[in-house]
């Protein structure tokens, strides 16, 4: 794929989401605020941290929330006194919060939505460029399934953070791969805070550079996790009043390899499958594809891909151990894909095995379905403006 074809795709896709963004926006007067999903009983504990006129669901909301709030409470009263759900797995991840709230306080935090929509967005194209970059000739094509991965673009609409950690991984990646240091630290410095996974790229980095006695470039690349450390020992030491509304456990939030999936589809003690549940086989179909792909990479090339599998096989090993809660919601199974997607392209061996393309496969479809579900299938909310 020449960069003209590229840059072709890349402009229908711009105005396929923003067709898309006014699908899901219409039922609530085209407010961008009805992608964040502020829950009306988050908008009544933290009453001055919601701008008037955004909108706000009675019968719940999604997390999109939970970075709107913090940024918020970041620049606008800096005093911890934000109360969400499961407080502790939220604050650390602050790099969304951190960069949207910068923007917000610069242009008014009454346009959260479409600063963050542009952040985000604008990141992935980029990511876009560094990953097509990165693959080899021959491969270059493969960038489209990443331009049209379902778990960024649902991400992204759902304003979390999931697309815009990967797109830092990638253009980290990327600046690390053309020996660029400084600007590669700095992109995984934003990927870290963005979500501890990014430890998981920094680990064999450091390892090699180490090991080939760089060491300069190996206390470099070691400073994200170490600053990352040492914001969660702060946080842990200057705690706020209150420990959230649902102040879960790591326990709470995981179960045995496998059992979640299993358990999603107990009600009342029997097993029930439903029509609506399908894209749940896909997602399943697509993790095990994964573990084939991956272990062919450990046998072959683990020491060629270890800076790509060890993200990977994090990412495997969350939603291999994730509860019952996540396998029932398509948004939640969603985002835990996004990272696998692009860096699976990345894989030397990987393309050779039939499990890279039943992956590949099982993705478009689950694309397909996004499309579908945003259209015609998600109900419209009852929902009312903040005063």
């Not at 949207?100 to 194209?125: A, N």
């Not at 021959?138 to 815009?164: C, E, G, M, R």
């Not at 439903?274 to 179909?285: G, Y």
Request: aromatic letters at 20%.
């Amino acid at each position: 794929m020449k960069p003209r074809d590229l840059w072709l795709v890349l402009i229908l896709f711009i105005l396929g989401v923003t067709g898309l963004v006014y699908v899901k926006t219409e039922p609530y007067g085209n407010s961008l605020s009805a992608l964040i999903g502020i829950w009306e009983g988050f908008y009544e504990i933290n009453p001055n941290l919601v701008d008037s006129k955004f909108v706000i669901y009675p019968s719940g909301g999604y997390d999109g929330q939970f970075f709107y709030l913090l940024a918020k409470d970041l620049f606008a009263e800096s005093n911890w006194d934000l109360i969400v759900d499961s407080f502790y797995f939220r604050y650390h991840r602050i790099g969304l919060s951190f960069t949207t709230g910068i923007l917000s306080l610069l242009f008014g935090s009454e346009h959260y939505p479409i600063l963050t929509l542009i952040l985000l967005f604008t990141t992935f194209l980029f990511s876009v460029y560094c990953l097509y970059e990165l693959l080899p000739k021959h491969s270059k094509w493969l960038t489209l399934f990443y331009i049209f991965s379902p778990y960024s673009l649902n991400a992204n609409l759902l304003i979390v953070a999931d697309s815009f950690f990967v797109s830092l991984a990638i253009i980290a990646y990327y600046f690390y791969s053309k020996e660029k240091h400084l600007l590669s630290f700095l992109f995984f410095l934003f990927t870290v805070f963005t979500r501890e996974l990014g430890i998981l790229f920094l680990a064999p980095i450091v390892f090699q550079f180490l090991r080939t006695k760089h060491w300069k470039l190996g206390f470099l690349y070691s400073s994200p996790g170490i600053l990352f450390i040492g914001f969660m020992f702060y946080g842990w030491v200057s705690t706020p009043n209150h420990l959230g509304t649902n102040p879960l456990g790591f326990r709470d939030m995981t179960d045995y390899p496998l059992f979640g999936f299993v358990k999603s589809f107990l009600e009342n003690g029997s097993f029930q499958f439903k029509l609506k549940e399908t894209p749940k086989l896909l997602f399943l179909l697509s993790f095990i594809a994964m573990v084939g792909v991956s272990i062919s990479s450990i046998r072959k090339s683990f020491f060629k891909d270890i800076e790509v599998l060890f993200p990977i096989l994090g990412s495997l090993f969350v939603i291999a151990i994730a509860e019952e809660g996540y396998w029932r919601s398509f948004d939640n199974l969603s985002r835990m894909f996004t990272l696998i997607l692009p860096f699976s392209l990345l894989l030397k061996e990987g393309q050779k095995n039939l499990g890279f393309k039943i992956f590949l496969g099982s993705s478009l479809l689950l694309f397909f379905f996004l499309l579908i579900r945003i259209v015609f299938i998600t109900p419209h909310k009852e929902y009312f403006l903040a005063l």
